[in-house]
């Protein structure tokens, strides 16, 4: 049975419609007229344990209203959520020690508190096991590189060292399902690839399923292999990146340094984009051409000093299905 498993999940905001004016309110105060927006529509979706998935969408599209039923900290309106077989909104308690949630702008730890007695306020109110939390703090403490700030206040940490002791705080009780909401925004390159090694490392090694959201597409290309992409409401993808990759990315690119300047030169089966001198930019279809085929080609036409395969980038892919629709997609593909 899935860990996780949606079935027309559905939550649509109530709110009063107000009228501008003196008048307007005094209308509003005694004829409420109701507006309604759908926030989540009909999401149905799978997680099998051990799952990284990467949940994506532009803003506004439903991400946080389906991780905050997922949570039980809102009620759908109508439809179906099951986690680890429990109905969160029902059973909160219950639902809480099986998950760990992680918000990029938003800490679970306390403020004017040493780190370290966060963690300890944390093993009393999850009820965990010396031994348990003892080995999880020994082993976060080394992964994560906290020696140096155990016992500093919060408020004193970096941004980078708060996400740190963040991470280590929701995996303390050894939860089944961790939630992880932007949990590299704001971070420099280091930190950040601290926290994908952290995350990759945690999933392989303890079998934690874990949803990712998130605006760095980066973050999904280095640790996920299925994506979920939701817009308005909807989900418009579900599959792998690779997948996604080959129906919208299906155009790569081959870029060619001469030995001596070359005008206009030509590779059957790829298009001339742009050439200068000793460079040019071919592009060309990976379902039709094979690269080392035009590679081969190109050397045995051309002094070539070096060569660049460039893939497509899945940023501009994302991109491109937020502005025309998974469904609309041509002949002509991302370039």
Not at 19 to 43: I, K, M, N
Not at 276 to 303: C, P
């Amino acid at each position: 049975m899935p860990i996780i498993q949606t079935r027309d999940l559905r939550k649509v905001f109530r709110s009063v419609r107000r009228r501008p004016g003196a008048l307007g309110a005094l209308r509003t105060l005694f004829s409420r007229d109701y507006e309604e927006r759908v926030a989540v529509d009909g999401v149905t979706m799978s997680l099998e344990a051990g799952e990284l998935v990467g949940y994506i969408g532009p803003n506004g599209a439903g991400k946080s209203t389906t991780i905050k039923m997922l949570t039980g900290i809102l009620v759908p309106t109508s439809g179906s959520v099951d986690v680890a077989g429990i109905v969160p909104y029902e059973h909160r308690k219950d639902n809480a020690r099986n998950i760990g949630v992680v918000f990029g702008q938003r800490s679970q730890l306390y403020w004017d508190l040493p780190l370290v007695e966060s963690f300890e306020l944390l093993r009393a109110i999850y009820g965990i096991p010396q031994s348990t939390y003892k080995r999880n703090l020994a082993e976060f403490v080394s992964l994560l590189q906290m020696d140096d700030f155990l016992r500093t206040p919060v408020r004193q940490l970096s941004l980078g060292q708060r996400m740190r002791g963040d991470f280590a705080a929701a995996l303390l009780h050894d939860p089944k399902i961790v939630y992880l909401d932007e949990p590299t925004i704001g971070l420099d390159v280091v930190a950040k690839e601290a926290i994908r090694e952290f995350i990759a490392r945690i999933n392989a090694e303890r079998g934690t399923t874990i949803i990712l959201t998130t605006h760095d597409l980066a973050d999904v290309e280095r640790l996920c292999r299925r994506i979920v992409l939701i817009d308005r409401g909807t989900i418009i993808y579900d599959g792998d990146v690779e997948r996604i990759k080959n129906e919208y990315g299906r155009f790569r690119h081959l870029v060619l340094r001469f030995e001596e300047p070359v005008e206009r030169p030509q590779l059957p089966g790829a298009e001339l984009e742009e050439s200068a001198g000793v460079r040019a930019r071919f592009r060309f279809d990976r379902n039709r051409e094979r690269a080392d085929l035009l590679i081969r080609e190109a050397s045995e036409r051309y002094k070539l000093e070096d060569v660049t395969l460039e893939e497509p980038d899945l940023e501009a892919i994302i991109r491109r299905i937020y502005v025309e629709g998974y469904e609309s997609r041509t002949e002509e593909t991302v370039s």
